[in-house]
């Protein structure tokens, strides 16, 4: 597939000017992408961050844009509902995407280091699981329940602050490395009290994303089907209960979607203060009156134009044409500001303040109107240092995760795990700016060493003289009564 994605991109590179073969790349770019994600769920040994980060990009500027172009407007027309850009742009913004992906895709076949861990988890293992994902969740209700982690993702401090909160950072960041490290722990264990506690914490992490957006709602659910299939044989994939996980979750995206969506259109009549209850209670009556309140029509728009990210990308490269204009690097500057705590750099906001937005600092460069538009790190790089940025801010982007990776490939597997299962999740996300993919890393360092304290300090608990002679007499007792089962006739 990496040949084909090169191949294609090359050939749609040459062919730009005359508009040709745009509808090709974009069927080859969906190809690749349903191709790769089906190898991410059920093929563990294909999980790497290049080919995650490669088959996510394929989906959001393939098929998004297929179904944009298809989305009743088999002429290609569609196109001109959401930008201006012209087929020739287009054509060349899907060529390198092409390229892109082809690139990563092939550093991911020869690059060794897998992201998944294969080895089976110990007793104690497991049992340091379930106190990381007690804690987790207490947290993630914490936070849920003190307003820090709010509707749609916000994350404010406490009071009017306009600052993040370090703890809703944290939890949105990391929730589904926790919960697929639970599942990858608990998944192939026998039915038991432990495991059925596991599940039910899992499933009240899940549901708490209902309130924070569709795209995290779907990669959670795309990372917890990964580590699903992980503790799964190839030969066990078509039995009754697998195809029941796979239409439960492809059910619950559906509705979730929709009741998210209702929830959103609910708010636009409620006061900007509305509590969470009450975007649940309006979001419930525009869910069960579609048709009187919109939401259908609002769903329709909404799937056909928002996954256009490719036409953004058209823009940029026009307007690059013409002027030649860059921000020399001011994006790169201000992503690592917004990213950095305040603690460590007070006075970050001066950096903020001076290049306001990837938008502000960007368009006028290239002679374009002020406007919000689906960034990415593609988008960014391009902003920043032109073609070169275009290409090598993805792949640098990839390369310090695959680094954060290696620096723990040593460590205990519980920090392995959840450092693999949080670079999932985030590369899975197209849409998002470096400062989210520099947050994550940075919060994936402070999950790694509060997990390591927590297996420290339950590996010294397990040691303990009195701990270690419960123990025997539990294994005794066990022992004993298996004993007098045996000899009952």
Same mark, same amino acid.
């Given at each position: ?164 909160s370090p703890l809703a950072s944290l939890v949105a960041s990391c929730l589904s490395a926790v919960t697929a490290l639970a599942i990858l722990a608990y998944g192939s264990q026998p039915p038991s009290r432990a495991r059925s506690l596991v599940m039910f914490l899992c499933l009240l992490l899940a549901l708490t994303q209902l309130t924070q957006g569709r795209r995290p709602m779907m990669f959670n659910a795309l990372t917890i089907l990964i580590a699903f299939f992980a503790v799964r ?22 509705? *979730?979607?929709?009741?998210? $969506?209702?929830?959103? +259109? @609910?708010?636009?009549? #409620?006061?900007?203060?509305?509590? !969470?209850?009450? /975007? ?105 240092? *032109?073609?070169?940025?275009? $290409?090598?801010?993805? +792949? @640098?982007?990839?390369? #310090?995760?695959?680094?954060?990776? !290696?620096?723990? /490939? ?80």
């Open positions: 597939m990496a040949a084909l994605a090169l191949t294609m991109g090359v050939i749609q590179l040459l062919g730009h000017t005359y508009g040709w073969p745009l509808w090709g790349s974009m069927v080859v770019l969906t190809v690749i992408g349903f191709w790769g994600l089906a190898r991410l769920i059920f093929v563990s040994s294909f999980v790497t961050a290049w080919s995650v980060y490669g088959v996510s990009l394929a989906l959001a500027y393939g098929f998004g844009t297929l179904n944009t172009m298809t989305s009743g407007y088999v002429d290609g027309s569609a196109m001109f509902l959401v930008n201006y850009v012209g087929h020739s742009a287009l054509g060349r913004a899907e060529g390198i995407m092409l390229v892109i992906v082809g690139a990563l895709l092939y550093i991911g076949h020869i690059d060794p280091n897998k992201l998944i861990p294969t080895e089976p988890f110990t007793d104690s293992e497991r049992q340091s699981t379930l106190v990381v994902l007690v804690l987790f969740c207490i947290g993630t209700f914490a936070a849920l329940g003190t307003g820090q982690l709010g509707y749609a993702g916000v994350q404010n401090g406490s009071g009017s602050s306009l600052q993040v044989s190839v030969k066990g994939f078509l039995t009754p209960k697998v195809i029941l996980v796979l239409l439960l979750t492809v059910a619950t995206l559906a509705v *979730g979607s929709r009741f998210y $969506l209702a929830t959103r +259109i @609910a708010g636009y009549t #409620l006061p900007t203060d509305a509590t !969470l209850s009450e /975007r649940l209670a309006g979001g419930w009556d525009v869910f069960t009156h579609p048709e009187e309140q919109g939401l259908n029509q609002q769903l329709e728009e909404n799937q056909s134009t928002r996954t256009f990210v490719v036409g953004y990308v058209g823009e940029l490269i026009e307007g690059y044409d013409k002027t030649g204009g860059t921000t020399g690097g001011d994006l790169l500057i201000l992503n690592v500001a917004a990213a950095l705590p305040t603690a460590i750099w007070p006075g970050k906001w001066r950096i903020i303040a001076r290049v306001g937005s990837d938008e502000i600092a960007c368009h006028p460069k290239m002679g374009l109107p002020d406007w919000d538009a689906a960034n990415t790190v593609i988008t960014e790089g391009l902003c920043d240092f *032109g073609w070169s940025g275009m $290409l090598l801010y993805p +792949i @640098a982007m990839v390369g #310090l995760i695959v680094l954060g990776n !290696l620096a723990v /490939r040593r460590t205990n597997i519980l920090i392995r795990t959840m450092i693999a299962f949080s670079s999932i999740k985030t590369l899975l996300g197209v849409e998002g700016n470096l400062t989210g993919y520099i947050v994550d890393l940075r919060n994936m360092a402070i999950l790694a060493m509060g997990t390591a304290l927590i297996v420290a300090a339950f590996n010294w608990y397990q040691k303990q003289p009195l701990v270690i002679h419960n123990r025997e007499q539990k294994a005794r007792r066990k022992q004993r009564l298996a004993e007098l089962r045996a000899d009952r006739p």
